[in-house]
């Protein structure tokens, strides 16, 4: 299938856990700081929804059966609300740790070693993170830049820890850990509210992108010049995978294989227009009958007419 390179991105962000996880424990088994305590515990969170994107992966590449006949593609909504849900998750347990080190200071131990390894935790992240990010936007996958975005929130926290720690080496303000891990759970919480608010959009059958629906509107508008007019264009986004309707409207003295020709150049124009997989529709309509120009709801309905 042409969406196998993305599983290996999804084996790295599994293997870039794993790692951070041993990191970032060894960190808080040397400094006893719960500020590195949570950011450890947030790379559990990261391990198991590499593992969740994985397995939504693999179902929305399934081809279409007699059950989903358009495809399973929208399982990636499904990865991508789970992601943000533990996010949120995470962050908030990296607020209840935090507030009980305010109300219970506890001094630092090995502070460099603990900084070392949470460093190389953190370059760890943002390397994969970054990957992740890019070919997500590359490749139109919500579900490898809903991880991406995971991991560069875990690098936020993992920064703010530092940070923190830091400042407690130097000034010996024990309560400075834990605010910043409450200001940052706070930017990890927007991060996942939104990637929460995308997947949810995305099951609602959400239009395509505005530049995505122009560039189409652009090659259907230079068609007039051959006398080929078009309405009722409708469009979702499922995952990677567009759906694009619309009335294709062409002199009523063609042939009907002509007609059907020139729908069928159109569909395949628009398709070649996107990397990601399309599927397109036309319903031809002679365009000197007037009734053709009234646009057509997704309940055939037209626009001048009442529910």
């Known amino acids: 299938m042409k969406e196998n390179p993305l599983r290996k991105f999804i084996y790295l962000s599994i293997a870039a856990a794993i790692v951070t996880i041993l990191l970032k424990f060894y960190a808080y088994y040397v400094t006893g700081s719960m500020g590195f305590l949570s950011d450890a515990l947030e790379s559990f969170v990261n391990l198991f929804a590499a593992i969740f994107a994985l397995v939504m ?35 908030f347990t990296i607020i209840w740790s935090a507030v009980s080190r305010l109300i219970d ?8 070693t603990g900084l070392l390894f949470s460093l190389l935790a953190s370059l760890v992240n943002l390397g994969v993170g970054v990957t992740l990010v890019h070919h997500g936007k590359k490749r139109k996958s ?18 703010g820890v530092i940070v923190a720690i830091v400042m407690v080496k130097f000034t010996g303000w024990l309560i400075v850990d834990p605010i910043i891990a409450i200001v940052l759970a706070i930017h990890i919480i927007y991060i996942g509210y939104r990637l929460i608010s995308r997947s949810a959009s995305g099951l609602m059958d959400a239009s395509i992108p505005e530049g995505d629906l122009e560039k189409i509107m652009g090659y259907l508008d230079s068609l007039k010049e051959q006398k080929i007019e078009y309405h009722s264009l409708l469009t979702r986004a499922a995952g990677r995978r567009k759906f694009i309707t619309l009335h294709v409207l062409v002199p ?19 398709i070649n227009l996107f990397d990601e997989p399309v599927t397109v529709h036309t319903h031809l309509e002679p365009v000197e009958d007037p009734a053709s120009m009234r646009d057509i709801s997704i309940d055939r309905q037209g626009i001048d007419q009442n529910p």
């Open 105 to 112: 200071p506890r001094p630092i131990e090995n502070i460099n």
């Open 252 to 270: 009523g003295k063609w042939t009907v294989k002509e007609a059907h020709d020139r729908a069928d150049e159109i569909e395949e124009t628009i």
């Open 142 to 159: 919500l579900l490898l830049e809903a991880d991406g975005k995971h991991l560069l929130a875990d690098v936020w926290t993992s920064v």
């Open 57 to 91: 992966l693999t179902i929305s590449q399934k081809p279409a059966d007699k059950e989903h006949e358009f495809g399973h593609s929208k399982a990636e909504y499904f990865s991508s609300a789970a992601e943000g849900a533990l996010i949120l998750i995470a962050a």
